[in-house]
């Protein structure tokens, strides 16, 4: 399902769809502030949601919604500062997460993810200063991590940094 150069705010309607073989969700740049209501649907099956280019700030409602099988999750250019709850999610299946163009300064919260499977994960265009936690990241099959565009000063910690499979 692909709603996107749309002028949505309200995505309630979403409640009355079906989604149970549903692969794809795309709703990206719309103005979507609220994202609550997906809390109540069944994504059983869904392997990528594209949120991008909207308004939401507030993603908590991620660590309710049964996306198990979720490879792909972006997230790019919205309103998000707060990740604390991609501890408690399941996304033990995510491949691809992308956080770029948000408010996010604190990335503490990462090293207690559980992303096993993580290969790419974008966090530039944000306000992260400390990369110093990358130290205690647990993600080994990571080959991508983009954290360009922030206010990094200090990046002698990468030597210490175990990211076997980085490419990028």
Do not use: A
Request: overall charge negative.
């Amino acid at each position: 399902m692909i709603i996107e150069y749309q002028i949505l705010i309200d995505i309630n309607v979403l409640e009355k769809v079906n989604f149970k073989k549903l692969l794809l969700l795309n709703i990206s740049n719309n103005y979507i502030n609220d994202i609550q209501i997906l809390e109540n649907l069944n994504f059983i099956h869904l392997n990528e949601v594209d949120l991008s280019i909207n308004s939401i700030s507030d993603i908590k409602v991620l660590e309710k919604v049964n996306m198990k099988e979720l490879i792909k999750l972006d997230l790019i250019n919205n309103k998000i500062s707060d990740i604390k709850t991609l501890e408690n999610g399941n996304f033990n299946n995510l491949q691809k997460l992308y956080l770029g163009y948000n408010q996010i300064s604190n990335i503490k919260v990462l090293e207690k993810c559980n992303f096993k499977n993580l290969k790419e994960l974008d966090l530039s265009n944000n306000e992260i200063s400390d990369i110093k936690i990358l130290e205690n990241f647990n993600f080994m099959e990571l080959q991508k991590l983009d954290l360009s565009h922030n206010q990094i000063s200090n990046i002698k910690i990468t030597e210490r940094v175990n990211l076997k499979e980085l490419r990028e």
